[in-house]
């Protein structure tokens, strides 16, 4: 990437941070871009016909092209507004359609099978805080002892676009408090434990843990405890109000992605019906001769 690229790229990035975005979305951000001047040769003056063959190039996910061009025109639009470019290429890419999402979560079954695999203290603990927080991998890098509150009984946690929350705080975790650092990072950096890991990080050590327990399903990630969290507490008869509030979602339609029904539950359901004996004639001649 030259210099001119480069430039843009900072000044892009301390926009971002003027307008309070999470590191973690700034970070994503300058990902795309980065692998974008690579693939095209040039960042600043890219044309619309390479961003269009970038976004839609083979074997990525409908979700990832969205992401992508969400990153893409976030970047140009900031160029054309500085006036770093007289156009803008990306307004000119196609509305990515995707569909809807469908929940992935692990079972309690596979939540006991990774706590036993064999790993190690701290990554038994991130499984527990997203299991039962259903916090997202980059809150769970960032949980501190001072975010519990053992008086209130509640969790402080930072979620997406810089929202704050107190959460109530499960039993498991409250019990696992004590256990933990009461007023440091609970998952420090290892080269620098004056701050938390990377959620990249948390995502390593419990896909780790869900190979060694044996759990072979690709659609499965760390991600999905936070499915588990919702999916069970839709189980457990939590209203869903309730569940859209524990996981500090903005939309109720968000909620509904991570709150599949079990196959368990679709079999109690159905057979509520009252059942009958199936019949082994039509009753066409009864209803002939009674006429």
Known sequence: MDFQDSDALEMFVDYQRAQNLAATTIRNRCSILRTLAANTGRLVDCDVFSLRRYVGREGVAAGTRRTERGAILAFYTFLQTEGLRDD???TKLPVIRVPKGEPRPFTREQVDAMLESGAYRKTRAMILVGYYQGFRVSQIAAV???????????????????????????????????????????FPARKNPTTHIRASSVTDLITKAKVRAGITDPRLTPHSLRHGFGTDLVENGVDIRVVQELMMHESLSTTQVYTGVSEQRKQASIVTL??????????????????
């Open 88 to 90: 803008n290429p990306a």
């Open 144 to 186: 501190h002892g001072d975010d519990i509150d053992v008086l209130t009984n509640t969790i402080r946690t930072v979620g997406k676009g810089r929202k704050e929350r107190r959460l109530p705080l499960h039993p498991t975790v409250r019990e696992l408090a004590s256990t933990m650092p009461a007023h440091d990072w609970w």
């Open 274 to 291: 009252r059942p009958r004996q199936v019949p082994a004639h039509s009753g066409r001649r009864q209803i002939e001769v009674a006429a």
